[in-house]
């Protein structure tokens, strides 16, 4: 056995099949999917500065929340588990309860500067009074406080195409983007006034020629 199911349920390889996309992922299927850290996850995860995480009670209702913080807030704590403080917020304590009676999760990052966007399936659980665990998912000097952490087990993960992704940048992306064009624009300027100096400094060789005539 391996997880295919857990991504592609028997509902999804029934529609899948009814709609004539199930040989497409039949490849998938036998393979399974990803369900530890690699390298090119953990790169993707320490460049977000948010996520959605996806949890249900216990008889299935659905509900989405944002988390986000620093860039790189989510922290690889070993090769299967990824963890983040939980910040103070209006303490509505949704996403709290439904783990405390379902632990199934799910995590959505999308980067649209980058143009990618990460699944991941898993369980997760809240970690409350460990100031030891905070303090090593915390970013020392973020303007926010943390009250507990969320762990979160991954049991399969995929990357989604990019189709439909609009391209954004944030702020820092932009004004480091600005500091590029603007020290190019001071080194064109510098070497325009070289060059200009210098071409001051030649004498003047179409006047000397008419004052010997």
Known sequence: MNNSSRVFTSA?????????????????????????????????????????????TADGAPYLQHRGGPKGFIKVIDDKTLGFADYRGNRQYITLANLSENDRAFLFLLDPGRRQRIKLWGRARVIENDPALIARLFDEGYKARPERAILFTIEAWDVNCSS?????????????????????IDELQTENARLRAALSARPNVATAADGDR
């Open 12 to 56: 999804a390889q029934q529609a899948q099949a009814d709609r004539g996309s199930a040989k497409a992922y039949e490849r998938r299927m036998a393979e399974g999917f990803p369900d530890r850290v690699t390298e090119e996850l953990a790169k993707f995860i320490a460049e977000q500065d948010t996520a959605f995480i996806a949890t249900a």
């Open 164 to 184: 439909h992704i609009v391209t954004r940048f944030t702020e820092e992306e932009i004004e480091q983007a600005f500091a590029a064009v603007r020290a190019k």
